[in-house]
């Protein structure tokens, strides 16, 4: 059974949806505590510092496949986590209307054969690291449209301030590359380390 080590209910849903048995167990990680200058190695460090943390709380042989994922956006060359509050939620479509933005997403799956609570990667084990990046394309919106959709809530749950597989879908115009890695994960990458 896979181990996600995340608190997010649209990482569980894709997972439900894929039919890929699973248990959720937060990480618990001090995000702020890991930096990075590259976004993309930074969501890689982040997935991995996750993973990490619930694979050191495991008991020993336990031998589940523990996956970590983060996310955030590149927009114009700022990184776009979580919107604090609606007026930088807001602020920020005001950017990214009619632009391109790049959804990185970070996936750790540490597959610790026989570790045991305190255990670091161990030898039996193997890690896999990489990360996953999408172009999305934002619909030319209008303030009232911005405004609409902020007062949702909905931007405030989800890194970069919009959730495709919610109200944030209509306001996507174009993807190129992976559709579930916007979401939260990407299902082909994970099929394809489950398989190997």
């Keep these: 059974m896979l181990v996600l080590a995340s608190a997010s209910p649209a990482r569980r849903r894709l ?8 248990r959720v167990q937060v990480s618990g990680v001090d995000e702020g505590a890991i930096t990075a200058a590259d976004p993309s190695e930074l969501v890689r460090l982040l997935a991995q510092a996750k993973a990490q943390a619930v694979v050191d709380t495991l008991e020993p042989g336990a031998g589940q496949n523990v996956l970590g994922c983060d996310s955030l956006l590149v927009f114009a060359g700022e990184v776009f986590g979580k919107p604090a509050d609606p007026r930088e939620a807001t602020r920020r479509w005001q950017r990214m209307a009619g632009g391109w933005g790049e959804l990185h997403t ?3 799956l540490l597959k610790p054969a026989g ?3 305190g255990t670091r ?16 394309q934002f619909a030319a919106l209008t303030t009232s449209e911005i405004e609409a959709y902020v007062a949702t809530g909905e931007p405030l749950q989800c890194a970069g301030g919009f959730a495709l597989e919610g109200m944030g879908g209509q306001m996507v115009e174009r993807i190129e590359g992976c559709f579930s890695n916007v979401i939260g994960l990407s299902l082909p990458l994970l099929r394809r380390w489950l398989a190997a």
């Design 15 to 22: 997972l439900q949806q894929a039919a890929i048995p699973h």
């Design 106 to 108: 970070g996936h750790c």
């Design 115 to 117: 570790a045991g609570v």
């Design 121 to 136: 990667l161990p030898q039996a084990g193997a890690i896999q690291l990489e990360t996953v990046t999408t172009r999305v």
